[in-house]
């Protein structure tokens, strides 16, 4: 199983970048995928997920209108489009796999299976 995040970067405050997030050694179109972030000295903090079936699609409140999360199951890769970009946005992002995941566990690290090794967003101000 692997999970390769790429597209991370640095970026003015305001600007927009897409995280890409390869997938492989799983069958992609029976797990959700999702994104967490960590700031430095934070908890890993649940950013986006999209549904196994990709029907539902869910934010943390603080990127709603902002980030869009979306899945190419024919590239096996999930991706994070994140506009009008924040200091606080600033973290180490990671996509995650988990199997068939549910609502009630879709937001929290535990829902989750497999992990990436992270791609670093850095926004100036």
């Known amino acids: 199983v692997q999970l390769q995040a790429s597209g991370g970067g640095l970026v003015q405050t305001g600007g927009s970048l897409r995280l890409s997030c390869a997938a492989s050694?799983?069958?992609?179109?029976?797990?959700?995928m999702g994104w967490f972030r960590q700031a430095s000295g934070q908890e890993r903090e649940f950013v986006a997920t999209?549904?196994?079936?990709?029907?539902?699609?869910y934010y943390t409140d603080s990127v709603k209108g902002r980030f869009t999360i979306s899945r190419d199951t024919a590239k096996n890769t999930v991706y994070l489009q994140m506009n009008s970009l924040k200091p606080e946005d600033t973290a180490v992002y990671y996509c995650?796999?988990?199997?068939?995941?549910?609502?009630?566990?879709?937001?929290?690290?535990?829902?989750?299976?497999?992990w990436g090794q992270g791609t670093l967003v850095t926004v100036s101000s």
């Open positions: 050694g799983f069958a992609f179109g029976d797990y959700g």
């Open positions: 999209v549904t196994w079936s990709g029907s539902s699609k």
């Open positions: 995650a796999s988990g199997y068939r995941t549910i609502t009630s566990t879709m937001r929290t690290l535990g829902g989750y299976d497999y």
